[in-house]
Each structure stands twice: as structure tokens, then as C-alpha cells.
């Protein structure tokens, strides 16, 4: 099925408005092995990531909206490594070349949140690699794996130890030290599991299925809410902008919609 571009700029409407492009539930977006000159922005609506691994097609992602896809091509210019699938009725923003280039010029955020989102994207792949190959050697063959394998894994330092705890102190999520650490709240329907799912805590459903993140960069956490949030984020009580990161301290009250946690960080 082809893709349907919508038309027009009026004015009052977004100015990517005419960059968009409307896929249809099951319609591939492109293809593992495509050479691609675009990468995309999802406006709204799912995206499935898929790709062929050792004979079996794996799932690497599900992508809702501000998510982006496609970089890689526009970053290196080489075929497409994954293939994209719309899982429902999607409209995606199209980035060529030289858009991208001024967005990265223009807003440094949006390059630092690339990085950290391509960062975490390698590492899925790599496990799944390592799952997938892991299943092709004998055990006979890897024996020093095998005997790591019954080792206790190694405690993590306390200093290290940054999490977010509830009033009673009886539930407690500790947070990614590498990588984004997702807020929110689990949907088996989209298939949203984020890092820190707060259903139990929130019966009224007032925080989002994709409410913020928690990164760590240059030695400080923050927390930034994502686009589309309706209840709002708070750092004792003074409310977010969507999409703009703020510092957060150790003892700090973050609020999540009706949810309220406090971050502490061990190594304060």
C-alpha cells in the first residue's frame, strides 16, 4: 500500500505540516537492505522496528509518538538496517538530509537525545544477537560462558544507586545508570513496558503511557517529559516544559500526573 502525503500550509498549521505522510495500519514504511535518504519523526500512531536475526524476524522496537527512526541512513548513508512496519494508522514527519542538518544545528537537545536513544538501540540489538547466535553454539563450545554463568553476579557499588521511592517508602525503582531510564505507565495493547511503571501507584490513570525520562549526563540526572503528556510533570511542585530537561538533586520530589516520588541518589 502506498503512503498518502497530506497537502497544504495554511496558515496557523505546523510548519511540517507538508512534510507529513500518512501510512496505513500493516503498510511498510521501508525495507531492511533500502538505500534511504530520510529518517522520520512519528506524529501519531505505532511503528514496529523488525529485522531478520539468524533466520528469525525479531521485533527490535515499538515506537509511539516523538519517536524518530530511519537515522542511520541519513547519518552514514548506507542501506536501511532495519525495516519499518506501521502497527496502526500512522502520520510521520519526513526529515531529508539537509533538514536534519539544521535541526542538529538549531537544537543541540534534539542531538544529545539521538545519542543517548541510538545508544540504547545498540545495545537491544546486541542482546538479541547474542541471544540469537548463543542458541547455535553447543555448550561445548563455550565453557568459559557457561562456567561465568554460575557466578552470582556481582552487587553494585551503593554509591551508584539512584532511585525513585514512594511516600511510604515501600516501593522503590532504581534508575539506569547508562542510558534513558522511561517513566510511565505499561499498555499490553501498544506493548509499552517503560523502566519505571507506576499502574500500581496510579489507579486514576493520570500519568502517561510514555510520561518522562530520566538520563544521566555529565554526572547529574534529569528528568525531561515527553511530547504529548496531559497531566504534567513536576520538580517540587514547579511544572516542566515538554521537552526541556531540568537538573534533579538528591531528596528532590518529582511528580508524574498524581504520582509523587522522591529521587534519591546514594552517592549524594
Known sequence: MKAVFKSGNAAGKNPFDRYVVAHPMGDIIFSEGEIGTEMFIIQSGTVELFKSIAGETRVLATLEKGDFFG?????????????????????????????????????????????????????????????????????????????????????????????LVAGDGKVEYQLNREGDTLVGRADPVTGITPDVDLSSLDPQRSTSRRHAKLYQMAGHFYVMEEIGVMNGTYVNDARLATGTPVAVKNGDVLKFGLVSLKFLDSGA
Open 71 to 163: 537515522e542511520m541512513s541519513v547519518l552514514e548513508d548506507l542501506p536501511r538496517t532495519a525495516s519499518a512496519r506501521a502497527k496502526t494508522d500512522v502520520e510521520i514527519v519526513r526529515i531529508n538530509g539537509a533538514m536534519f542538518d539544521t535541526m542538529l544545528k538549531n537544537n543541540t537537545e534534539i542531538a544529545v537525545r539521538m545519542m543517548r536513544k541510538l545508544s540504547r538501540r545498540l545495545r537491544d540489538i546486541t542482546s538479541m544477537l547474542e541471544d540469537a547466535l548463543g542458541r547455535q553454539v553447543t555448550e561445548e563450545e563455550k565453557p568459559e560462558k557457561t562456567a561465568a554463568s554460575r557466578k552470582p553476579p556481582a552487587a553494585a557499588p551503593e554509591r551508584d544507586v539512584c532511585r
